[in-house]
């Protein structure tokens, strides 16, 4: 029997062309905002990888924080706010207080983040069932790239590839992983590390690809990963198999790779006997009593 989340991480190059094909850029941060990204766990993350590309593309200055960190004093043009449920508290609270002009994206129309922002992009078809975020996550940030002028024709066949291709038996056995990522794919490795916590309680820890030579390759050895979202920096490689540790990279697109790092979680969930769907401890939305 396929799980919700099995059947969710497979629908995402549907769900990404969909999104590529209707963009409102009427809602979205136009050229030359200053803009703050605001969300809480996987939103963060996908916070964290829009932000760089937006400031990459030189479209404007972009800052990405937990919704609980934002700092309200700083001056923006406009505050993104992504949250799947539409009810997280940190991110209501934020949009309650700051007197910019904000923009949400949602996945679910009836709840109150429809209120308490300006605009409000909603991207039902790509909610979830799963309490772990998947489609949702990925979705938003394929409209969001596509918003800044990508093409992602290649990513989304690179998606395809990644959600039917067999996975290596040394991934889902693994001891413990380290994600790694350069640039905007430092927020997905985050997201891959926490993918892999939620879903199978796996020891995981993520950081930029060139950090990682700061200490945290001391981890790294036999039954350990240390698995690359994007090109690794020279030489990176051979220092990790030195250690007798797997080093694992592919030249699919990062948002792709992290298709990858989601089902190796949920097999490694199956091997553990533990539910994907339904995460110990964790709830669809934190909502945080008064």
Known sequence: MTTHTEAEIASQ?????????????????QKGERVAVIGCGTSWFIAMAYATL???????ETDAFAASEAPLG???DR????????????????LGKVNTRTTAITADPDTPVMTLADQVVVLDYADERSVVQTRFATTQLALLRASLGEDLTAAIADAEHAVAAPLPDELVAAE???FLGSG?????????????REASRSWTEAYPAMEYRHGPISIAGPGR???MLGAAPEGLREQVEA?????????????????RAQRVAVARAFARGLDPDEPMHLTRSVILSS
């Open 13 to 29: 190059p549907a769900c990404w062309r969909r999104a590529v094909e209707n963009i409102p850029a009427d809602a979205l941060p």
């Open 54 to 60: 937006r400031e990459r593309a030189g479209l404007g």
């Open 74 to 76: 700083r001056s923006y």
């Open 79 to 94: 505050v993104l706010a992504l949250t799947r449920s539409g009810t997280t508290t940190e991110v209501l609270d934020l």
């Open 176 to 178: 413990q992983f380290s």
């Open 184 to 196: 905007w794919s430092v927020g997905l490795a985050q997201e891959a590390a926490l993918k892999m």
């Open 225 to 227: 990963v240390t698995w």
């Open 243 to 259: 250690t007798g540790g797997t080093f694992a990279e592919s030249p699919l697109d990062p948002m792709a790779e992290l298709i």
